[in-house]
């Protein structure tokens, strides 16, 4: 579903990634680990489209398209949801109005009509449930006056209500309490599909604990030093980063 | 240039879409000012002796002003012989008795403008007074209207048909001395709406206006009186369009607004007008004068304004809070982009006891558009608890764009309250991927992020009205940023 190859990005001058290489299959779970600088919200940010950030070598293909060539909002239509780290405020714009319009946008791209009022608010209900939101929610300003657990459970309703083929969720751990978290979890785990494909970029294993990846790679300094299954995370969670940089070369 | 400041960049070149002419017959008033002019004017419009009489006061007296410079807007000097100061459509017999009788071509020229008077008439429930130039052509709903006593018509027809009250009440808000463009409205105006509610009638519908300059070089000034009496409640909708035009067109208008007790005028405007092209060129000038009096105690004016045209907006809206208890209210949207200039705000003045205001204003500006807020709040010593509340925000696309922000506040009574807040800001990038990354166009994410800006303003409007200014919103900002 999502091949990376050779991805090199700088910002301005300041090579960032340097030749990261990345398959994720659908149905699949992969979590990037990694120290605080290492590069793993650029990977994030590109892969969702963000201006600012120059590709200066390799490709992205999402299911056999070239990624690089789409605006963010097609990234977004054909079915890459990113979950923000610090999702925005937007004041004066009702949350649901902004989820009606993301619905519709990706519905019309794939042929679909629009959803009317009736079905839509049926639907938002339902995924309402599943991130343990409180309705009032929906018809207060986007994100506005939203504590960190409500923004972060906003991206997970998106996420819910949007069904991407693959998800980026960018350090949706940090910021939570231990419930909020769980809650999180559990709402992520139940959009666990075999078509569906998810990226966890998180600090800690703690996230780990609640989805549990199929795949576990470290990042550090732009480059992927190792890749292994859950217990490599484990082993992180023991050790901290420091030896595998300082062990950077010795295969896994 | 990122991706969406070029989509925007691409749209924001969007021709005007109104910008069509109208190939119909004018009488026209030749060229230039002059006593002759005005008695043209007078002539032609069948006008009792006092209103030529008060017109020629009031040319006698601009003639003595010089035209103002304070604001902050700018513009060449304004020729004021090289203007048509009267254009009527040419009807084939005298004036219509009903829409059948208008000319095609006009109704026409409404369907372009999304304003088609006979649905409007059947479907709507809004009543238009349609001013095409200078003369107004079509008035729908006067019969029901006239049921409940209202009377809504044009300036002329009151002016022939009530004069007594056009006689008290013209120039008792705007007197024709007030300033140099309401001297020469009050000296040239041409037609306009006049409405009068009489005691203890709430107006059964919105009321509504749609201006549009048509004929070339013709400055339009209409003049509008709108009188609440006791008790007495309406709520008026002022729409404005123009077509494309190289040059500047001139359009100063006086509104007067009469409330006396416990009588209520909601006013809101959706002004249209043609912005000039993406270098400056051409547009609307418009310098008007729009004021508010409470006369009476417990009454309440109100102004809503999403200004998106014009080259040039320049006018503030304003309340005299005569009467104690009264409350007046300004709402305000304006958004500037490419070359376009505002310099709007209102005037609050508090006479009476426990009179209270409010001020909203929602400054927009993309491109190299400049914005002004410019208010005054001003207490006398004798409204005694007077509370005032002035909000101004305003919002910067891109960064050629310029806004400022004038708070003037006059205080002399120490018990009164008065609050000011200020804030700008940028339309945030980090908003602009957050939607995209939603799935939304730039245009569609400006707009929505723009539209929330102002939502505290557009819900003032009536609601059919609402609509209607967000996709002009839309439509404006198309483009703005980069």
Not at chain 2, 163 to 190: C, I, T
């Amino acid at each position: 579903m999502l091949e990376i190859r050779n991805l090199n990005v700088s910002i301005g001058d300041k090579p960032i990634l340097k030749g990261i290489d990345l398959h994720v299959k659908p149905g699949e779970i992969h979590a990037i680990m990694g120290p605080n600088g290492s590069g793993k919200s650029t990977l994030a940010q590109v892969l969702a489209g963000r201006e600012g950030y120059t590709v200066t070598e390799g490709e992205i293909l999402f299911e056999n398209k070239n990624l690089l060539e789409l605006a963010p909002e097609l990234r977004a239509r054909e079915g890459i949801f990113l979950a923000f780290q610090y999702p925005v405020e937007i004041p004066g714009v009702a949350n649901i109005y902004l989820l009606k319009a993301a619905i519709n946008a990706r519905r019309k791209h794939q042929g679909l009509p629009e959803l009317d009022a009736m079905d839509f608010l049926e639907l938002t209900k339902e995924k309402l449930r599943l991130v343990g939101m409180d309705e009032a929610l929906l018809y207060r300003p986007v994100n506005e006056g939203f504590s960190g657990g409500e923004k972060k459970r906003n991206e997970i309703l998106q996420m819910a209500l949007l069904e991407p083929k693959l998800a980026l969720l960018d350090e949706t751990d940090s910021g939570l309490d231990i419930d909020a978290l769980k809650t999180v979890s559990e709402g992520v785990n139940a959009l666990k599909n075999p078509d569906r494909a998810i990226i966890l970029i998180t600090h800690y294993q703690r996230l780990l604990d609640y989805i549990h990846p199929d795949r576990v790679h470290v990042l550090a300094n732009g480059r992927i030093i190792r890749s292994g299954g859950p217990e490599l995370a484990l082993t992180l969670e023991e050790r901290g980063y420091g030896w595998l940089e300082t062990a950077e070369g010795i295969p896994a | 240039m990122n991706t969406a400041a070029h989509e925007l960049d691409t749209l924001i070149n969007r021709d005007y879409e109104y910008g069509f002419e109208s190939d119909i017959d004018s009488d026209m008033a030749p060229k230039g000012l002059s006593e002759e002019t005005i008695r043209f004017i007078s002539e032609r419009k069948q006008e009792p002796g006092f209103l030529l009489e008060w017109r020629l006061k009031a040319y006698r007296h601009w003639l003595t002003l010089k035209s103002p410079n304070w604001s902050s807007v700018h513009y060449p000097p304004i020729n004021f012989q090289d203007i048509i100061y009267y254009s009527a459509p040419k009807l084939r017999d005298n004036a219509p008795k009903s829409l059948e009788e208008i000319d095609p071509e006009l109704l026409r020229t409404y369907d372009k403008l999304g304003i088609p008077l006979k649905e409007q008439e059947l479907l709507a429930g809004v009543a238009v007074d349609a001013v095409f130039d200078s003369v107004s052509v079509a008035t729908t709903f006067k019969d029901r209207l006239a049921r409940e006593g209202i009377v809504f018509c044009s300036f002329s027809e009151a002016a022939r048909l009530h004069p007594e009250l056009v006689k008290q009440y013209m120039g008792s808000v705007v007197s024709y001395m007030d300033n140099f463009y309401a001297a020469l409205n009050s000296a040239v105006f041409s037609d306009g709406t006049f409405c009068y509610i009489p005691p203890g009638v709430k107006c059964p519908m919105e009321l509504s206006t749609y201006f549009r300059i048509n004929a070339k070089n013709s400055g339009q000034f209409e003049r509008t009186l709108i009188i609440a009496d006791k008790g007495a409640s309406v709520s008026y909708l002022e729409g404005c369009t123009a077509p494309m035009r190289d040059e500047n067109q001139l359009h100063a208008a006086v509104v007067e607004l009469i409330a006396l007790e416990d009588a209520q005028i909601r006013y809101s405007t959706v002004q249209n007008w043609y912005p000039g092209d993406k270098d400056g060129k051409g547009g609307i000038f418009n310098f008007v004068t729009k004021r508010g009096d409470c006369r009476g105690s417990r009454s309440r004016i109100s102004w809503t304004q999403v200004e998106t045209g014009s080259a040039i907006t320049w006018k503030y809206p304003s309340v005299i809070l005569r009467g104690d208890d009264s409350v007046g209210e300004f709402y305000s949207v304006a958004l500037t982009n490419n070359c376009q200039q505002a310099d709007t705000g209102t005037k609050m003045l508090h006479i009476g006891r426990n009179t209270r205001s409010t001020i909203v204003s929602k400054g927009i500006s993309a491109g190299r558009g400049q914005n002004a807020y410019r208010g005054l709040v001003k207490v006398l010593k004798g409204a005694e608890n007077a509370r005032n509340y002035s909000q101004c925000d305003s919002l910067l696309l891109g960064n050629r764009c310029a806004a400022h922000t004038f708070p003037y506040i006059e205080v002399k009574n120490p018990t009164a309250k008065v609050e000011h807040e200020a804030t700008t800001s940028r339309i945030g990038e980090d908003q602009l991927f957050y939607c995209m990354q939603r799935g939304l166009s730039a245009e569609d994410a400006v707009s929505m992020i723009v539209n929330g800006f102002c939502r505290e303003v557009f819900k003032k409007l009536p609601m059919e009205f609402a609509v209607e200014a967000q996709k002009l919103l839309g439509v404006s900002l198309e483009g703005s940023i980069g």
